[in-house]
Every structure is written in C-alpha cells, then in structure tokens.
C-alpha cells in the first residue's frame, strides 16, 4: 500500500511547500504564520496520519500560545486549523485509496447522535433568539467531544499506528514540559496526566533500561502534574490512580510502585531548580484559592435548567445583567465553568443523556481488562468525567472524546507491535459483548 502513495505523494508535498511559501509571504503577520503551519501540517500528515492527535493536542497548545497572544478565540482557532489539515490529509488519503477504513466501535452511534443534537440544539438556539456567536461557542463545547473521538478512530487503525502515536506524544510532551516545568505560574497538568497511566501500565511489564526510562519519564510527568496548582487535574489524577489500584492486576500495581518511587526521585532533583521551587510555593494558593465567581454562576446555570429540565435553553443561551462578585453585571453564560452546568443549561437532561452514554459505554468496556492497555483510558476517562464536575475548559473537554476511542480501540487491538511492546495481549480474557476476544 506504500508504493502507489510515493508519487502522488511527491506531486502534493510539492504543490504543499509551493502553497506554504506562499502563504507565509503573501498573508500578514499571525495569520500567515498559521496559514504557513496549516499546510506543513497537512503535509506531515499526509505521509503519517497517525501524527494528526499527538500534533494537534500538544502543537496545537504551543502554537496556539505563541500566535494567540494569549487570547482563547485564537488559540481554538489553531487547534481547528491542525485538526482541519488532519482532515484534509485523510480525505487526500482515501481519494488515492492508500488509507485504511475507520475503526468501528460500540460507541459510535452515541457520537453519531451527539453531533446529530448538537446540529438540532444550535438550530433551535438561533430560533429563539440565542445570540450567533453564544451558539457557535456552546456548539463549539459539545462538538469537540464526538470530533476527537472520530479523528481517533479515522487515524489510529492499527495497532502498530496506535504504539507509533503514543511514542510521539510522550516525546512531544516531554519536550514541551521539560522547557515549561520552570516557569513560575503556569497551569497545567493536562497533557502530562495523559500520558502517566499508560507509561504506568508500561512500566509494570518492561524491564532494563526500557523500564527505567518510561519511569523517568512517568515521574517527571507526575511532578508536573503536582506543580500545576489545578484542583480539577489532581482530583483526576487522583480518581484516575485509585482506579488502577483498585481494578488492576499485579503488574498494573508494580507498575503504580515504581512509579511513585520515582516521581519522588525526579522531585528531589528539580527541587534544586528556583524556578521549581516558585511553582511548588503556588501549590497552597492553589488550595486555598475560592471557587470565586464560579458557584454564583453555577447557580444561574442551574437556573435555567430548572426553568426546561428536559432539553434546556438551546444553545447559546445566556442570562444578560447577572451580578457577580469582582464583575458588578456580567452576561453569564452560555459556557460555565462547570461542564456538566453548561450541558445542562444547554441541553437539559436529554443532552446530558447523548453526552454519557458513549463515554460510560467506553468505560464498561475498558475496566473489565485488568491488566490490558485498556484499563488506564477507562481510568483517565472515570477521572475527567470527575474533574467535569468543577472544571470546563475553554477549549472543551476534548479528553472526553479522545479517551473513550483509545479505550475501544485498545480494546479491539490485538496487533503485534503492543504485544512485543509490553510483552503481554492487550486483554486477558474475552469481552464477548463488544466482539473483544483474548
């Protein structure tokens, strides 16, 4: 299947460097920079299209910050952009017949119908005169989740295209954290969690030096997820970790162990550095800090809820003149910062409905493999599920669509390249009920 890609490959990776100087020359400032990175990325993409989520994930946050300015509008903007090449790379893909079908997954038609009630949800916004832009925001919220589920299973369909996506992201992410771990003030936490329980589950079936450095690695990560001063990233870590105890086999545990011996190891160390000692001295802000604003504005939330239980204002609702402390009157809504007060307001029961049922099928799913791969993305998925509780990214929770597709297609994956990875099948034991066998 490699060979009918190399000359059309050639063709287009030309017309793509023809179009990126292009764009970078003719377009101003931020906007050609970004224009230039949209057809790098889809040339990348074109030749591996397993590097779309670990790219756009963790260089959609780079990028993001350094052409934003800080400003979310544009940071979303340049995640779009990196999952739009993703796109277009496939669709170039499938039209030379070169790239494999979509995995199916029991999940599918839950995130089939969430965008089918998102596209509904937005229509009757509009129609009762929810403000465009809140639709598009609210829109925006709810279909991230399907939209990562989908490029998940659109781009990781073999398992050796699975092990090849999870490599890049864990160097990528160690990169990225190694030149920010110093930085005083920066929360995050997100992308390094990510990756510590499947490095945890890895760990307890590796041995040598293989073993060491993913737990190098896994305790660096930990560390930066205790530096983030970010309650809903350690509440997850937390859940996340106390699942796989609890739900994980003997490896699983060992691997849990050593990890945490060397998260200690790792702290000790970066404790020599000032700029890790200012972030360490911001952990008890981060507990004492008050939920501020965000339980008033929960409480309207919740209001509207109240007034249409069933299935909410629409999207893009929002209550105009609200008094909030620190603000005086302040329009608040259609995002809250409380995922499940937005789905609520928006939604109503329904759309919280279509929101948890393909995750906690996910989930079902992946705790049954006590010692498979599956087992530390249902863990991850229970723990962001917590976390949504109290937090509601701006760019949305994108985790909860991304997680549930690495459980079910972990699950359905009995490919070599994980196999001599760890040196264990993905499943002990067969899930008959989504067509899993051992």
């Not at 209550?319 to 409380?338: E, I, M, R």
């Not at 549930?404 to 993905?426: D, K, N």
Request: aromatic residues 8%.
């Amino acid at each position: 299947m490699r060979v009918p890609i190399v000359a059309p490959t050639v063709l287009l990776g030309g017309a793509g460097l023809g179009a990126l100087v292009t764009v970078a020359t003719l377009l101003p400032g931020p906007v050609g920079l970004a224009a230039a990175a949209g057809v790098l990325s889809w040339g990348v993409f074109l030749l591996w299209p397993w590097a779309v989520l670990p790219v756009g994930i963790i260089g959609g946050a780079v990028i993001g910050a350094v052409l934003s300015g800080g400003d979310v509008r544009g940071f979303i903007a340049v995640k779009v952009l990196l999952l739009a090449a993703g796109g277009a790379a496939l669709a170039v893909r499938h039209w030379l017949r070169v790239e494999r079908p979509a995995r199916r997954t029991p999940a599918d038609i839950g995130m089939v119908s969430l965008i089918g009630l998102t596209v509904v949800a937005a229509t009757y916004g509009l129609a009762v005169g929810n403000g465009p832009e809140e639709v598009l925001v609210a829109a925006y919220q709810m279909a991230t989740i399907p939209v990562y589920f989908f490029v998940a299973t659109h781009t990781l369909t073999t398992a050796r295209r699975i092990l090849a996506a999870g490599i890049l992201y864990v160097v990528l992410a160690a990169t990225f954290t190694a030149l920010s771990v110093t930085t005083p003030g920066r929360h995050g936490g997100l992308i390094t969690l990510l990756a510590i329980p499947p490095l945890i589950w890895a760990a307890g079936r590796l041995r040598g030096g293989r073993r060491n450095g993913v737990l190098l690695l896994a305790g660096f990560f930990a560390v930066d997820v205790l530096l983030a001063s970010y309650r809903g990233i350690w509440l997850a870590a937390a859940l996340t970790l106390l699942i796989m105890l609890v739900r994980g086999g003997r490896a699983v545990r060992t691997g849990l162990a050593a990890t945490a011996a060397a998260a200690v190891a790792v702290a000790a160390v970066l404790a020599l550095q000032p700029g890790v000692r200012d972030r360490a001295g911001e952990i008890a802000k981060g507990l004492a800090q008050s939920a501020g604003y965000r339980g008033a504005e929960s409480s309207v939330g919740l209001g509207v809820f109240a007034d249409q239980p069933l299935v909410g204002a629409g999207l893009g609702q929002s209550t105009p003149d609200v008094y909030l402390s620190g603000f005086t009157l302040t329009d608040v809504g259609p995002v809250y910062h409380a995922f499940y007060v937005t789905v609520l307001a928006n939604l109503g029961l329904v759309g919280l409905l279509f929101v948890l049922w393909p995750i906690l099928r996910s989930i079902r799913v992946g705790l049954h493999a006590r010692e498979g791969i599956t087992l530390p993305f249902a863990a991850l998925s229970c723990g962001f599920l917590a976390a949504a509780v109290f937090a509601a990214p701006t760019d949305g929770h994108w985790e909860l669509g991304l997680l549930p597709a690495l459980t079910l297609l972990t699950a359905e994956q009995q490919g070599a390249p994980l196999r001599r990875f760890a040196g264990v099948p993905l499943l002990r034991r067969p899930v008959h009920r989504t067509g899993v066998t051992a």
